[in-house]
Antibody, heavy 118, light 112 residues
Framework: QVQLQESGPGLVKPSETLSLTCTVS?????????WGWIRQPPGKGLEWIGS???????YYNPSLKSRVTISVDTSKNQFSLKLSSVTAADTAVYYC???????????WGQGTLVTVSS | QSVLTQPPSVSGAPGQRVTISCTGS?????????VHWYQQLPGTAPKLLIY???NRPSGVPDRFSGSKSGTSASLAITGLQAEDEADYYC????????????FGTGTKVTVL
């Protein structure tokens, strides 16, 4: 059974960089698929942030592209998200998920709330 | 902002049939890209409900069905149950947005 778990600070100061890691178990990232990050502001809908292939190629949401970096560490079976220059608008629950060939997300982490506040 | 539009809410009595629409454009649904649906129960992560327009993952009841036509797609829930009360999101791919996966605005289903 594929499982994903997000980890990282729950509180980030404005203008700083948000950093999260997703640890995958039950499947080797190097075997294939894209791996993605999605976020959900409190009380709002889902927003795709970006996805990375096991080889390292990436696709980012154009509205966030200038601030987002997604990387993969196949040796640790993890992939990570960095979002720079955060503001209160970046406060959200951040999910990691497996991004299937047809561009849908079949396995999700439980999500982690990141609050941007001084 | 979402490029796929859904009604904010739909409701129905137990046992009834409800449908949720997902309207896109010529760069996503209308371009032939598949539509997928997720169910999000309160306080939990989204769960894949329908993939590839009409396919159900293992374990999803056949009360849930999906369809697609033109620039729109629909999710139908037949025999509505109390446990179906949740938020539902459609999702597709948009060729005009550099490989973007795009989500719908979301629909709250209320069981009366």
């Amino acid at each position: 059974q594929v499982q994903l778990q997000e980890s990282g600070p729950g509180l980030v100061k404005p203008s700083e960089t948000l950093s999260l890691t997703c640890t995958v178990s039950g499947y080797s990232i190097s075997s294939g698929y894209y791996w993605g990050w999605i976020r959900q502001p409190p009380g709002k809908g889902l927003e795709w942030i970006g996805s990375i292939y096991h080889s390292g190629s990436t696709y980012y949401n154009p509205s966030l592209k200038s601030r987002v970096t997604i990387s993969v560490d196949t040796s640790k079976n993890q992939f990570s998200l960095k979002l720079s220059s955060v503001t209160a608008a970046d406060t959200a629950v951040y999910y990691c998920a497996r991004d299937q060939v047809l561009h849908y997300f079949d396995y999700w982490g439980q999500g982690t709330l990141v609050t941007v506040s001084s | 902002q979402s490029v796929l539009t859904q009604p904010p809410s739909v409701s129905g009595a137990p046992g009834q049939r409800v449908t949720i629409s997902c309207t896109g454009s010529s760069s996503n649904i209308g371009a032939g890209y598949d539509v997928h649906w997720y169910q999000q129960l309160p306080g939990t992560a989204p769960k894949l409900l329908i993939y590839g327009n009409s396919n159900r993952p293992s374990g999803v009841p056949d009360r849930f069905s999906g369809s697609k036509s033109g620039t729109s797609a629909s999710l139908a829930i037949t025999g509505l149950q109390a446990e179906d009360e949740a938020d539902y999101y459609c999702q597709s791919y948009d060729s005009s947005l550099s490989g973007s996966r795009v989500f719908g605005t979301g629909t709250k289903v209320t069981v009366l």
